[in-house]
């Protein structure tokens, strides 16, 4: 909780910030080399659908949503923990908390919804048309981030949009200029987007 309370703080004096300076005071981020992969292997998360498969026991195979506890419940296993798991530790597991019941279980875990963790997630608050959360994808830029949730409103200030990003266990801010790229095709404006990020567009004030 304390956690989340000390990024609303960042976003509001963000928000604050971008809103009244003239010029940002943040650094900019370099232009994207088309390359950047920062991704890691999928983690199952709160509201994730996932499909249990055990071999050759089809009354134990199921498909259950993972709560919002993170834990999961299925023919019998209870309260297993699933939330910031890969499909294969799940599996892993899920073929433990079984060997109880079943000799040699086999379990394979498909997952469906892809809510992803909120550390792999990219969050878009403030003057974009559709804010929203979205699960980072490999190589995704700033344009694509733009495009998935439907460009600017007419009372953005795209120019002085700031990116929240943890480096090194630290929190820092960058500038972006959202404007400069999809109204001008300032190619040199879009940049790489990492697991994590909170992008704040600001109202403008003129």
């Not at 005071?25 to 509201?47: C, D, H, M, V």
């Not at 875990?109 to 959360?133: C, H, L, M, S, T």
């Amino acid at each position: 909780m304390t956690s989340r309370y000390f990024i609303l703080g960042v976003l509001l004096s963000s928000l604050a910030l971008v809103g009244c300076a003239s010029k940002s005071p943040y650094p900019q981020l370099p232009a994207s080399e088309g390359n950047a992969q920062f991704s890691t292997k999928y983690r199952i998360a709160a509201g994730d659908s996932v499909n249990i498969f055990v071999w050759r026991n089809p009354d134990v195979s199921t498909t259950v949503t993972v709560r919002p506890d993170g834990f999961l419940t299925a023919p019998l296993l209870e309260d297993v923990p699933a939330a910031e798991k890969t499909p294969t530790e799940l599996a892993r597991l899920l073929e433990k908390e079984l060997s109880t019941y079943l000799r040699d279980p086999l379990v394979t875990v498909i997952v469906n919804g892809f809510v992803g963790a909120y550390e792999d997630q990219i969050r878009v608050v403030g003057e974009a048309a559709e804010p929203q959360a979205m699960l980072y994808r490999d190589s995704m830029t700033l344009l694509d981030v733009m495009i998935q949730v439907g460009g600017l409103t007419e009372f953005a200030d795209g120019n002085k949009a700031v990116i929240v990003r943890t480096e090194n266990g630290e929190r820092k801010q960058f500038n972006v200029r959202i404007e400069d790229l999809i109204r001008d095709g300032d190619i040199s404006a879009n940049i790489d987007m990492k697991p994590g990020d909170i992008m704040i567009i600001p109202e403008s004030w003129f």
